[in-house]
């Protein structure tokens, strides 16, 4: 289940790219299949442990091409283990709220991006998020939870002041909204719910067989019920320099 829009947010084979706070990897698995060069990074030594596991069934698997690579770091999203001016683009997907000093975390991102490298953002929606924080205290003060709700216009607001150039922004997984609804309502925990068994049943029958019914409806909830916003941005070319993005700002990525 990706939320990034790989028809916006274009990879080319060899492109140099960060996960940033990869988790169990959807999103880094998906830049390998498209021939880049993935750094998986993440907080989480289990996690990183199953990505590089999955990294190496996918090249046994004849998934990827010879020139892609792939490799997992572990680190904090505070001071990023690499060099400035290090990536092509940046994935940073349903981290940021989970940062306190996220603003910290975005300085990072656009240090280690090159000048006119391409950032996708995504946190989930305000008004999804709001309803689960009202339904379950426990959704929110797990450790390592999440510790804010972005507004659209706040995660954009922040992303200028860092310094990125903030492109054009979607929402996505309007039928997960629910999900997490009924799992606040009844317990996060309780996985043994029957309507909780049934929209998760509901849910995985979606993902594998993409009917055309619930691509329509998801495409109709997006923009109300999505779960997750992805914003999309730029690091500026320097001044003075020749070199030009890889991806307009606005609507190429």
């Avoid at 997490?180 to 049943?201: E, F, M, R, S």
Wanted: charged share 25%; glycine share 8%.
């Amino acid at each position: 289940m990706l939320t990034v829009d790989f028809q916006r947010f274009r990879v080319a084979p060899g492109d140099r790219i960060l996960d940033m706070g990869c988790g169990a990897g959807r999103h880094a698995f998906e830049l390998y299949r498209r021939g880049a060069h993935v750094v998986a990074f993440d907080q989480d030594a289990d996690e990183l442990a199953g990505v590089e596991k999955m990294f190496g069934a996918m090249r046994l698997a004849g998934e990827v091409s010879d020139d892609a690579a792939a490799e997992t770091v572990q680190g904090d999203a505070l001071e990023l283990p690499f060099p400035d001016d290090h990536f092509d683009a940046i994935v940073a997907s349903e981290v940021l709220e989970h940062i306190p000093d996220d603003m910290r975390a975005m300085r990072e991102l656009l240090r280690v991006l090159r000048p006119g490298g391409r950032l996708a953002a995504t946190v989930p929606s305000w008004l999804p998020e709001r309803v689960c924080w009202a339904l379950s205290e426990d959704y929110h003060t797990a450790p390592g939870g999440h510790v804010r709700i972005y507004t659209r216009a706040e995660l954009e607001a922040k992303l200028k002041a860092t310094g990125f150039t903030v492109g054009g922004h979607h929402h996505a997984h309007g039928l997960h909204a629910p999900y997490w609804w009924i799992k606040c309502a009844v317990g996060v925990d309780n996985d043994g719910n029957p309507l909780a068994k049934a929209y998760h049943q509901l849910l995985v029958w979606d993902i594998m067989k993409r009917p055309l019914a619930t691509r329509v409806a998801e495409a109709v909830l997006n923009p109300v019920i999505g779960k997750s916003v992805v914003v999309y941005c730029n690091k500026p070319v320097k001044t003075g320099t020749s070199e030009t993005p890889a991806e307009e700002t606005a609507d190429a990525v």
